[in-house]
């Protein structure tokens, strides 16, 4: 029978074709009329059985294939072997952004060597001495204003990783300001790989929403630190637009292409509505709290389009849910205290622990069942949001306490961002 978990689209340039998308697998067929006849009648070859199974189009047993998918996650679990923590350095930051997510709990707060050393001493034991690969993010404020702390526990962890057989790297989540090649050459013997870097729009759009402390402008600083590190890292370049100013993202490509940057060397470009901040409900008509807007939808097409167009890279849709869902991803705060999500640092009451005790339970806190209901085990859409979101719920109604539904967004956009991906093959 056919997946529960499928698209199946008119194709445009073959009338009376269709093309049918596994949203559980990602793959893709295009399939005459006569074929999707056959399939609906269970009238099919061996052969194009076999294929069109393999691709996960076809299932022997549909209850089945719902039932793996409620113990997907649980599954996943088990099997990971690699530990991915965010660990907040600093909330210090050299950029005064208005519309900065963590503004109203920024400032001097530092990791002293103290907590470093629980952090350190936790992974080796825990992760690394369980055999785990470990993955972490620098995060902040601005992680680069820590830069003596990041690299004694990255240097720590590099050498505890080889004594223990497993693998150490990191990435940094930077606005760039600082990120300069000399720096990226002392940090690449320590695990650098990626770095995910911010560029709000063209110059005049950026500089008046991510500013220095100072009141300068950051654009120019921050493009030329791209140009002199782009081919030592993946860069993976993100901004952060509103509904009046996201038309103009795509001319900071343009500037980028001008300055010689070559698409090919930065890693994929994913631009995001700004956030309402941390710990706040409502954050005014630019923020965006809903995937359901329909401006939304028009902006992911446009911006990706554009995106494409130019020679860059976009994410494409995969299966994955909120981080929230995996047991071996963690948020370690400056001071110790654990989180799912760093966007939850703003509400004390979801820490889960901290490095001293270690997690707690938070399978109510944190609805991780929320998603194992009929209405979204049945979605075609499962496999693609997990229930999404938590944060969402929780900016709109102040605890979560449902899902980030996304099936008005894909319902808008899924066949264009489909269409797109045939247009721009890798």
Known sequence: MLSRYLKIYPCRERPGASLIYSTKKGSLVRVPAALLAAIRMDTLSDTDRAILTRMEI???????????????????????????????????????????????????????????????????????????????????????????????????????????GTKFSFSLV???????????????????????????????????????????????????????????????????????????????LDELLALGVDPAKLGPVQFSPILPKSGIRDGGGECHISCGEAWFAEAILFLREETLRRGFRVEKPNMGGCMVELANNLVVNFDGSLYKCPTFMGWPELAVGNLIDGVGEYSVSHKLDLWRTDECLECAYLPLCFGGCRLLPLLKHGVIDRV???????????????LQDIRYPP
């Not at 103290?114 to 080796?124: D, H, M, S």
């Not at 063209?202 to 140009?227: L, Y």
């Not at 980030?404 to 489909?418: K, Q, V, W």
């Open 58 to 164: 076809l299932v022997d047993d549909p209850v089945a294939e719902r039932q793996a998918m409620a113990e997907l996650v649980d599954l996943t679990n088990a099997r990971a072997m690699t530990f991915f923590a965010t660990v907040v350095l600093t909330l210090e930051c050299n950029l005064a952004c208005p519309y900065c997510f963590e503004d109203h709990f920024r400032g001097g707060h530092v990791m002293n060597g103290a907590i470093a050393g629980l952090l350190i001493e936790k992974i080796q034991r825990e992760e690394m001495g369980e055999g785990r690969d470990v993955t972490l993010r620098f995060y902040g404020g601005e992680p680069l204003l820590a830069v003596p702390r990041l690299k004694e526990i990255a240097a720590r962890l590099r050498l505890a990783a080889l004594a223990a």
């Open 174 to 252: 930077t606005n760039a300001t600082l990120l300069t090649r000399r720096l990226v050459d002392e940090l690449l013997p320590l695990g650098l790989t990626a770095a995910q870097i911010t560029l709000d729009g063209p110059a005049d759009i950026h500089d008046r929403q991510r500013p220095f402390v100072s009141g300068k402008g950051s654009f120019a600083t921050i493009v030329e630190n791209v140009c002199q590190v782009c081919d030592l890292i993946t860069l993976k370049p993100g901004g952060n637009f509103t509904r009046e100013n996201y038309r103009r993202f795509p001319e900071m």
């Open 404 to 418: 980030d539904c996304r099936r008005e967004f894909y319902d808008t956009a899924l066949e264009g961002i489909i």
